[in-house]
C-alpha cells in the first residue's frame, strides 16, 4: 500500500509541477530575472552558449540556473539542439519555485577521466520539485576510461566520474534524456523522496565495466517506468536504505540484470524494504532478477521484495538469491551471510537460460531466507549440458503453479559458480 501511495503522489505532484511549468511559460516568454517572473530561459540566447562542442557550457549553464532558481514563480532551462562541451556542473538548491531542465542536444563530457577532480560530471543537489526532460543526450566519453589498466576489477574505477548524480532531492522527475558511456555508473541516486524516471534510455557496451545504469539507495519513494537500459554492469542496482521502489516496463540488456545489493558489505547499512520489479524483459543478461549479500561482513535486512511478470531470453541466471556473492575472492567465502532475507516472490517468469541453472536461491545457513515464494516458471535450456535446473539452499519455499525446472529439484555444489 505505501508503494501505490507514493507512486500515485508522485505522480500528481509532478502533473502539478507541468502544468504550472507550461503556464509560467505562456506568461514569461524568454526571459525571466532573479526572482522574479520565471519564464523560459535559453542557455545559448540569453547566457552565449555555442553548440561548437568546445567551449564549455559550465558557466552559461550555471548562469541560467543561478536566476531559474532565485525566480518565485516556476521557470525552464533549455539547452537547444546541437553538440555541446561541459567539464562539469553541480546545480544547487533549493531553489524558490518549481525548476526544470530541458536538454534537446548533446552534452559531452571531457574524454580524459584526468580532467576530474571528483568523481562525477553533472550533479543535482538538494532541489524540490525539479524535472529534467527532452530528447538530448549526456555523453560520457567513457571509451578510454573502459581501457584503464586494472578497471575491470574495479580497482580504479571508484575515482571515475558518475554521468548524473542525484542528491536530496524531492518531488522529482527524470524524462526522455538519454546517458551514454557514462566513465562509471550512469546514475547515482542518493537521498531522495519522490523521484521518477520515465522513458530515460542508458547506452554503454556491454564490456564496459562498473557501469551500472540507475544504482538506487538510502531513498524512499522511487519509480523506474518502461526505460531502456543497455550496459556493462547492473541495469539497476539498489543498495542499503532503499524503501518504496517500484520497477515497471524496463528492458535491460546486455547487461547484468536488476539487482539487490550487493548488501552486507559495509557498517551501519539501512534496511531495504519494498521493492516490486514488475514487467520487466532482460536478454542476453548475466544474471535476471538478483538479490546479492557478501558473506562473512556486516549485518542487514532485506523485505518485502517481489519479482512478477519477467521475461528473460538467453539469460545466464535468470532467478538468483545469492548469499555467497564474492567477486575477485575479496571476501570471507567460507563463512555466512549476516544479511537478513524475507518476504520474497518470483511470479510469472518465463523465458530461456544460457546456462543450465535457471533457479539458483542460496540462501545464509546461520539465517535463512524466510516466506519465499516461487509461483508459475517457465524457463527453459537447451544444450549439452542438459534441460534447466533449479537449485536451493538453507531455503524451504512456497510452491504454486507450474515450475519448470522442478523447484529445488537439483544439488547445489559445494563451491557454486561465482556471478557477477
Not at 568523481?119 to 581501457?147: C, H, M
Not at 539498489?238 to 540484470?257: A, E, M, S
Not at 524475507?342 to 510469472?348: A, E, G, M
Not at 524457463?379 to 531455503?395: D, F, L, R
Request: aromatic content about 6%; charged content about 20%.
Amino acid at each position: 500500500m505505501a508503494i501505490q501511495f507514493n507512486f500515485v503522489s508522485s505522480m500528481l505532484i509532478l502533473l502539478l509541477l507541468t502544468i504550472s511549468s507550461a503556464k509560467a511559460q505562456e506568461a514569461g516568454g524568454g526571459g525571466g530575472g532573479g526572482g522574479g517572473g520565471g519564464g523560459v530561459i535559453d542557455v545559448v540566447a540569453k547566457f552565449g552558449a555555442k553548440a561548437d562542442e568546445k567551449t564549455d557550457l559550465s558557466k552559461p549553464l550555471l548562469d541560467a540556473w543561478k536566476e531559474a532558481c532565485a525566480s518565485t514563480s516556476p521557470a525552464k532551462i533549455v539547452v537547444p539542439k546541437g553538440i555541446y562541451f561541459l567539464s562539469t556542473a553541480t546545480l544547487d538548491g533549493p531553489c524558490k519555485a518549481p525548476i526544470e531542465l530541458q536538454v534537446e542536444g548533446t552534452v559531452k563530457a571531457p574524454a580524459d577521466p584526468g580532467a576530474f577532480k571528483e568523481p562525477k560530471w553533472i550533479a543535482f543537489n538538494r532541489i524540490e520539485n525539479f524535472k529534467l526532460s527532452g530528447a538530448g543526450v549526456f555523453d560520457g566519453q567513457g571509451t578510454t576510461a573502459y581501457k584503464r589498466k586494472g578497471c575491470e576489477k574495479h580497482n580504479f574505477c571508484g575515482s571515475l566520474p558518475i554521468n548524473l548524480r542525484f542528491d536530496f532531492l524531492t518531488n522529482a522527475m527524470i524524462q526522455g534524456v538519454t546517458t551514454k558511456d557514462s566513465k562509471q555508473f550512469h546514475v547515482n541516486v542518493l537521498g531522495c523522496k519522490n523521484i521518477t524516471f520515465e522513458h530515460f534510455t542508458v547506452l554503454a557496451p556491454g564490456e564496459s565495466p562498473n557501469t551500472d545504469g540507475i544504482h538506487i539507495g538510502r531513498l524512499d519513494g522511487v519509480n523506474v517506468l518502461n526505460t531502456e537500459i543497455k550496459t556493462g554492469d547492473d541495469c539497476v542496482s539498489i543498495g542499503d536504505g532503499t524503501k518504496n521502489l517500484v520497477i515497471n516496463g524496463v528492458t535491460c540488456g546486455p547487461g547484468h540484470g536488476i539487482s539487490i545489493g550487493s548488501l552486507g558489505l559495509f557498517k551501519n547499512e539501512e534496511p531495504v524494504d519494498g521493492v516490486t520489479v514488475k514487467n520487466c524483459t532482460l536478454t542476453n543478461t548475466s544474471n535476471g532478477v538478483r538479490i546479492k549479500s557478501w558473506p562473512g561482513a556486516e549485518p542487514g535486512t532485506c523485505s518485502n521484495i517481489h519479482f512478477e511478470d519477467i521475461t528473460v531470453t538467453n539469460v545466464s541466471s535468470p532467478i538468483i538469491i545469492d548469499q555467497k556473492y564474492c567477486p575477485w575472492n575479496k571476501c570471507k567465502i567460507n563463512e555466512e551471510s549476516k544479511v537478513k532475507l524475507s518476504n520474497i516472490s518470483f511470479k510469472n517468469i518465463h523465458g530461456t537460460s544460457a546456462l543450465p541453472e535457471a533457479v539458483k536461491i542460496i540462501c545464509s545457513a546461520t539465517l535463512p531466507c524466510e516466506n519465499v515464494e516461487l509461483a508459475d516458471i517457465e524457463i527453459t535450456h537447451n544444450g549439452p549440458t542438459g534441460p534447466a535446473i533449479s537449485q536451493c539452499s538453507n531455503v524451504k519455499p512456497k510452491v504454486s503453479g507450474k515450475q519448470n525446472p522442478a523447484a529445488c529439484s537439483a544439488p547445489v555444489p559445494a563451491n557454486p559458480t561465482p556471478t557477477s
